[in-house]
Every structure is written in C-alpha cells, then in structure tokens.
C-alpha cells in the first residue's frame, strides 16, 4: 500500500483536460438539473458549476430534507452541495427516501472544504464536455468472478490485482466491507485518506497510507490497496454501508468513497445500510452505464431492484444528471407500449414469461452444479472459469425475471399494466449471455458429461425399452426423470447400450437428433445430419447450436462446429477429422441452447486408419 500511485488534484484535472471532447459536443440542456447549495462555504462553487452548465442554483436547508423551492415545477434531477462535516448520514438518508418519494434523481457533492469542493465540481464540469476513457469492468468477490461484463472469469489474485491496477471508465466491486474497507478475496480495498483518527484523535495502530500500513491487512488479506489509486471514472463500491462520505456513517476518518473521489474518480456509488446478497448490483451499474443512462437514472433502477428492510437502498455520491455515450444499444423507453406487445400484452402474460424463466434457470443451475463437479476432479482450469460465467449469467436472468414480477407487484392498476423501464429487454438480453456462455461451457466439456449433468439431480420416475438404434441396430433404453420446472414437469434421456448417450431434453421438446454414416478416414471431412422434433410452437425461436467431436478414451475435443440459428433452419454442419486420430468408435455430439432451453443430442463415429495412412 503505498502513495506513489496517488495523483494530485492538479494531475487528475490536467488528466480530464487532455481527454478528448464529445463528438455532439457538450451535454443537452441541463436547465432542470437543479444544483442545490446547503453550506455557504460552498455557495461559489455551486454558482460556478451552475454557470459552467447552464444549471440553476438554489439555497436549501440539508435538514428539510428535501426542496423547499425550485426553479422548475419538477427538477429532472437534483445534485447536493454540502459540507462533510455538518451534514450527517441520517440526513443524507433522508434525502435519498424523500428523492425516491418524488422519483427525482439525486446525488451528493460533500466536501471538506471549498478548495476540495471547487476540485470535486471541476471534474464534473470536464466530465460533461469531455469522453471518459477505458472500458467496464467489475470485481463480485460473493461470487468469485471478475473482468468485463462479457468476459468473466474466475477471481484470482494475479487478476484482481491487475483490474485494480489498470485505468477503467467504470469499475464496479462488491465485497465484505467495514470501516472504510472491502475485501476482494486477498486484496483489500483501503480508504484512509491520511493517518487513521477516530472522534479526532490519531491512532497508533491505524490506516497510514504515508507509513505503507492497512490495519485490516491479514495473513489471507495480504494486499492493501488504496481507493484513492483507482483509476476508474465511476467506482461502484458494493458492500454493507459503503455509502461513507457523511459524518456519523463511522467512527473512523477512512471512507472508500471520499478517498476514491480524492483521486480520478468523478463519482462513487455506495450503499445505505445493508446490501441484498442476491442482488447482482455490479453487473447491473455496468450495463445500465453502457446503455447510455444518466448516473441518476442508474442508481434509481439499482433502488427498484435492490430491496432491504431499511428501505435506504443505494446512494451517489456525484452528479445525476451526468451520463456517457452509450456503449450498447439501450433498452427502449416505456412509453406505453409493451415490449414485445405480441408476447406479453397483459401483466398475466409477462408474469407466466418471468415465472418460466426462473423454473428454467433453476433447472440450467442444478446442470451448472453437476459440471463444475466434473471440472473439479479434471483440474481443467478453463472450464472452472466458464462455468464461474455460467454461474454469473444465471444470476443475471433470476435477477431480470424477478425484478419483472416485483414491478407487477407494485403496478397500482394491472389492467393498464406494461413492461416499465423495458425489464423484459433486460430478460432477453441475460437470457441471450446465459445461452452463450452454457454452449462456451459445453464445447469445453465431454459429450458423455453434459449428457449426464441435465438430468444427475433429478429422480427417476420411468425406465423403459423403445425402438432401435439407428446407427448399430442395438435397442433404445430411454428414462424419464422428474422436473418440475422444466417444460413438460420431465426430462427425457436415452441411451444405446452400445453408441451411449443418444438424446436429452425436455419433456415437451424440442428434441434433436444426429447421425453420420459410414466409416471416416484421419483428415477427411465429415457432415453429421440433424434433425428435430417436437419444438412446442416455437421452430423460430432463436438460439446457438454446437456439433462436437470427442476422442472416445481421452475425451479430448477432435473438431467443433458452430452456428447460431434457429430450430426451423439448422444448418449443415462439417467437421474435419484430425490427422492423429486414432481408429475408434469416437463420440459425436449436439447441443442446442435457445432460451436457457437446452436439447442434446448424440451418436457414434466410426474412424479408421489404415495401413496406408499409419
């Protein structure tokens, strides 16, 4: 934990100068974004950030709790400027309830003092004429993933250090936190902002980021890393209270998000009170960022998802009226008409969609959880990674479906209920990345494998004899196993005693099947026939199908194939046999994934060697 990484103010303005400017030029019109000033003290540099945008000012008392007055009927948002020192957390609370009560976006601006607020408003100044760079990126230390949004994988030291390191536009933690710390697995996050006091006197055994010591360093905790070194535009800091910026929060002069707004950041995101476990608030901060939304409008889609007994939620401490180009096509506006009206034109509609959609990802978790049992007795790294993803995306989906029913829940008149803030948008795009990232763990995994993890958890109901196999001619055990949250309330799985797994799936379908002919030689070409059966209604539901090739001792993947599209149009799949390929009744398999709805798929392929090609 050293110091040396710590820029001036002087260095973190020239750093946002020298950014480039916004193609469109500086931010729309800010005239409702109202800047209310609560300390004399820091009247001049609210007037001067009102002016710089074109905001209007007003004086409030902190401990209305709320506008007095404004300029406009109904402020767009409404950004806080007040000292540190007088104003306490309960007020701040207060302010936070009283904006969720009128729907305004709100954020805080608490500085010690006016040269501390002139460097806080002058870095949003720059961040509105200026374009932030860096990518996303989140660290879930509950979970035990980081990286990109897209691109999880497992937390490990070397890699949570090298995030922590590294310049970001929005880095996103969540973590055990408490007194101005969180931990991230090994590392942990410091906020001293200078030698540690508590109640005003100095402490001799706390935080001094000058003498290179963090008092919750430990023998697991062994990496100290001060907030204030982060290199990130936004930080979002997920933990129980992380919301430290006010008098009163803790005894204890650290905070993660005064010490992470002393260096490059222009805002902190924190919590008031408890954060909900379940709640998937890192990866929500950055895609609601990437979509384009303001700050404000982030944190207040944060508070409709996240729900805790006391009812404070979720805080910014920085301007809501900021906002970056949007990174990824955002959610439709509700303006009345219900996403995808075809689907879901009535609230009982959407809640049978949401509802489905969590029978179906706790139906994909008990598969995820019979995966990562095999990744762990194969030591093999780069499945534990994707199924650390798999895990991540689940989540997301839950998430998305149950924030759909809690809107239904609230709506006051379900007759002229629709889709608000697009939460199906939401559902379709989780669902999207949960059924990219299940086929990115499949084609990692052997065929005999995730044939086996879709059924491993559930009871068997019915074995029974059917029909042929029609490859060898050998006969067709098939068993049905209980589900009821799959379609149908059952899982369907047949074997040949002699080829193994043939097909997998839901009770009601859809149901495919593979086939390939002949025998194959080392480096020719083969293309497996696929068909399918029973698709409920839906043969253009889309989605991701993979064609596999497993070595049938060592499971070693021989040759893949994949293509995205539909059950009504699935492609002609061609696969080469490698050179070194041994002769063996080696294992072919198909998966397709569409709508956390998996179908398997499975056969044999003879290949032979010749004395020739030995």
């Known amino acids: 934990m050293t110091v040396s990484n710590q820029p001036t103010r002087a260095e973190v303005l020239g750093a946002y100068r020298a950014l480039p400017p916004r193609p469109d030029g500086p931010a729309a019109d800010l005239s409702r974004d109202v800047i209310a000033c609560g300390d004399e003290g ?99 230390a509950v979970n035990g993933v980081c990286g990109p949004p897209d691109d999880l994988k497992v937390a490990r030291p070397e890699r949570l250090g090298t995030i922590l390191d590294a310049p970001w536009r929005v880095l996103s933690v969540c973590g055990h936190s408490d007194l101005g710390h969180i931990s991230l697995g090994s590392l942990v996050v410091c906020g001293a902002n200078g030698p540690e006091r508590v109640d005003g006197k100095l402490l001799t055994d ?61 805002a902190a995101i924190g919590t008031l009170g408890q954060l909900h476990a379940d709640a998937d608030t890192v990866g929500l901060v950055a895609t609601y960022l990437a979509e384009g939304l303001s700050l404000g409008e982030t944190v207040q889609r944060l508070n409709h998802v996240h729900r805790i007994p006391t009812g404070y939620g979720i805080a910014l401490a920085g301007d809501p009226a900021l906002r970056f180009p949007a990174r ?40 995820r959880h019979a995966l990562v049992a095999v990744a762990e007795n194969s030591l093999d790294e780069d499945l534990e990674d994707s199924l650390e993803d798999l895990g991540r995306t689940n989540e997301q989906v839950q998430s998305a479906a149950w924030e759909g029913i809690g809107r239904i829940r609230e709506a006051f008149d379900l007759d002229a209920w629709r889709t608000a803030d697009a939460v199906t948008a939401r559902l379709d795009r989780a669902v999207r990345r949960w059924d990219e990232a299940f086929l990115a763990t499949a084609k990692l995994a052997a065929g005999n494998d995730v044939y086996a993890a879709l059924h491993t958890y559930l009871r068997l109901s019915d074995a029974r004899v059917e029909g042929a196999c029609t490859r060898c001619g050998s006969r067709i055990q ?121 179908t398997f798929a499975g056969t044999r392929l003879g290949v032979v060697r010749t004395v020739e090609q030995a």
């Open 42 to 140: 820091m009247r001049e540099a609210a007037l001067a950030l009102g002016r710089d945008l074109g905001r209007p000012v007003v004086d409030v008392d902190v401990a209305s709790g709320w506008l007095s007055r404004t300029p406009t009927p109904s402020p767009a948002s409404v950004l806080l400027i007040a000292s540190r020192h007088t104003l306490v957390a309960e007020t701040v609370r207060e302010w936070v309830t009283s904006a969720a009560r009128h729907d305004v976006p709100v954020g805080f601006v608490l500085a010690a003092d006016p040269a501390e607020a002139e460097f806080l408003t002058s870095k949003i100044t720059l961040a509105h004429t200026r374009v932030p760079a860096g990518e996303d990126v989140l660290i879930d």
């Open 206 to 266: 706390g935080c001094d980021p000058g003498a290179d010591r963090c008092r919750s360093t430990t023998k697991l905790l062994r990496t100290a890393v001060p907030a204030a070194g982060l290199r990130a535009a936004v930080v979002a800091v997920m933990g129980c209270s992380t919301f430290d910026v006010a008098v009163g929060e803790h005894p204890t002069t650290n905070s993660l998000c005064v010490s992470a707004l002393s260096g490059l950041a222009l």
């Open 328 to 367: 990824t096509p955002a959610e439709p506006v509700d303006n009345g008409a219900a996403v995808d009206a075809d689907r879901l034109g009535t609230h009982e509609q959407a809640l049978a969609l949401y509802q489905d959609m969590i029978g179906r990802s706790r139906t994909v978790e008990r598969v």
């Open 478 to 598: 098939v068993f049905e196993y209980d589900d009821s949250e799959s379609a149908g309330g059952r899982r369907v799985a047949a074997e040949c005693w002699l080829c193994g797994p043939v097909r997998e799936s839901a009770g009601a379908g859809p149901v495919m099947a593979i086939a390939a002919s002949g025998l194959h030689s080392p480096g020719g070409v083969v293309r497996p026939v696929l068909s399918v059966r029973g698709t409920s209604g839906e043969p253009d539901r889309p989605g991701h199908l993979a064609v596999i090739l497993n070595d049938r001792l060592t499971d070693r993947v021989l040759a893949t194939f994949h293509a995205e599209c539909t059950l009504a149009d699935l492609p002609e799949p061609t696969l080469t046999i490698p050179e070194d390929t041994q002769s063996d009744l080696h294992a072919l398999w198909a998966v397709w994934v569409g709508q956390v709805t998996v």
